[in-house]
């Protein structure tokens, strides 16, 4: 799995989803997995909706020349930031998915534990990851 | 200049280097491509100043993109590797030519290294100023070449010239054009050469129309794009046409193809609008295949050059269909074709919001 899908996070992958959330400061850094960076292709627009979100949801899209696909808000709450580095300029996904985070969320209180849609440890993760390389061989 | 020159390199577009995987990515809506598009390159770049080309010598753009996407270079040797080896799906290669006086004779060469080392049908898309003689055209039959492209584009003398010839500086004539055009019918056979027009460059539905019909007339099919305003090109600040517009040169271009509808029996408004195929077009509508790209066909038939979201960003409605439309793409498809005024833009932008 290694630098494909590094286990120092979580995964959350409802409807094809492939966001990265890394607890940080209270909040949730959220960003795109390696997978998906490299499914869509380069990306060239990136949009947010900033303010409340709700778990499942979608909280904005992302596009390259030739895909498109909603980007799903992986909890309930508030997007407290938004990374306007990646925003104007996507292709940083593609160059480092693991360091080009989205957005932060500030998580209603017990949503994130609740959500049966982000992984749960480090065998769940590779199970998956195993699984969706099989669906694009 | 750039030392990454053809015939030893070609630049190819976004499309086919998501195909051979020097790019990463896949089709929206899991479409594949059929036919792989390749550009000669020369450090110094194409010699016209066509308006709407993001190819133009003039084009002030800090953006290196054609047709609304990259195209990067890339080795001779490679492609035809990686098209052995990642394109099951790909019956066709298509080589492009630029104005530049080695664009030819390069084509040529590539036209060769395809044909010697590959099973992929080859197609040309030529540049007629470049070819003087129908000579020229046996050397593209004996390069590997089928079928041929030529990109007359424009729908009438007046707006080829105002975008392509004298109104921009540029060295195109509208007759040597069509004189091409009809050289390749004869040498290569009815139906294979397509002309290529690009919808929205300011022409009537009429003026359109009529024109499918001359090159249908010549043996010539019509490969239609929709006009795409390139940043830092003269027209980057032109809009799309409108649905209704495409879909309706579309669905006439299907008929006259075909062979199941003429322009002369055609019916326009005072707009020159198409308001009567004369023609019943349920069922054609129904089908869906008139609102497919239209391109130079693989070995069983179907369109090779299928050019997934080569007109618009994926997440906007999509104008040529890589792909036989679905009864939920009819559906919208019937809603934009019987839209005279707009109504289609107006509610797409309000929904954006």
Not at chain 2, 1 to 9: A, G
């Amino acid at each position: 799995m290694g630098n494909l899908i590094p286990t120092d996070r979580r995964y959350y992958t409802k409807n094809g989803a492939h966001l990265w959330l890394k607890e940080e400061n209270g909040t949730l850094k959220v960003g795109m997995d390696a997978f998906m960076a490299e499914h869509a292709g380069f990306l060239t627009f990136l949009t947010i909706r900033e303010g409340e979100v709700s778990g499942g949801e979608p909280m904005g899209n992302f596009e390259s020349a030739k895909f498109v696909s909603r980007l799903y808000a992986p909890v309930s709450g508030r997007i407290v930031s938004v990374n306007r580095e990646v925003l104007n300029n996507p292709r940083k996904i593609n160059e480092d998915p693991y360091g080009s985070w989205i957005v932060t969320i500030e998580a209603e209180p017990g949503a994130e534990a609740f959500s049966e849609h982000i992984l749960k440890g480090e065998e769940e993760t590779r199970k998956w990851i195993k699984d969706e390389l099989e669906k694009v061989e | 200049m750039s030392e990454k020159e053809s015939p030893e390199y070609v630049q190819i577009s976004t499309a086919a280097a998501m195909t051979l995987k020097f790019f990463p990515g896949q089709f929206n809506r899991g479409e594949k491509l059929r036919a792989l598009n390749l550009l000669v390159t020369y450090g110094e770049g194409c010699r016209a100043s066509c308006g709407y080309c993001g190819l133009s010598r003039t084009r002030g753009a800090v953006e290196d993109t054609f047709i609304r996407v990259d195209w990067p270079i890339v080795p001779l040797d490679e492609t035809i590797r990686r098209a052995n080896e990642h394109g099951e799906h790909v019956k066709r290669v298509c080589v492009s030519m630029i104005t530049h006086p080695k664009a030819f004779d390069d084509m040529l060469t590539i036209m060769r290294a395809f044909r010697d080392g590959t099973d992929l049908l080859i197609s040309g898309l030529i540049g007629p100023t470049l070819i003087r003689s129908e000579e020229k055209v046996e050397m593209m039959k004996e390069a590997g070449a089928d079928m041929v492209g030529i990109a007359v584009d424009a729908a009438t003398p007046e707006l080829f010239d105002k975008f392509r010839g004298g109104g921009v500086g540029g060295p195109h004539k509208w007759e040597h054009y069509w004189r091409v055009v009809d050289w390749s019918a004869r040498i290569l056979g009815r139906k294979k050469p397509g002309v290529h027009l690009i919808v929205g460059l300011g022409e009537t539905e009429r003026e359109m129309v009529s024109t499918i019909q001359r090159a249908d007339d010549l043996g010539a099919i019509t490969h239609l794009f929709s006009f795409f305003p390139e940043a830092g090109s003269s027209m980057e600040r032109w809009s799309q046409p409108s649905y209704g517009q495409y879909r309706r040169v579309q669905l006439a271009r299907y008929l006259i193809n075909e062979e199941l509808g003429r322009y002369e029996d055609m019916e326009f408004n005072e707009k020159d609008q198409l308001v009567d195929f004369r023609v019943d077009v349920e069922e054609v509508i129904d089908d869906g295949e008139a609102f497919m790209t239209s391109g130079c066909a693989g070995h069983e038939g179907r369109v090779a050059c299928n050019r997934p979201y080569g007109n618009e960003r994926p997440s906007r409605p999509i104008r040529n269909y890589a792909f036989l439309p679905e009864p939920s793409d009819i559906e919208m498809i019937r809603e934009q074709l019987f839209d005279y005024s707009g109504r289609y833009e107006e509610k797409l932008n309000e929904d954006e919001g």
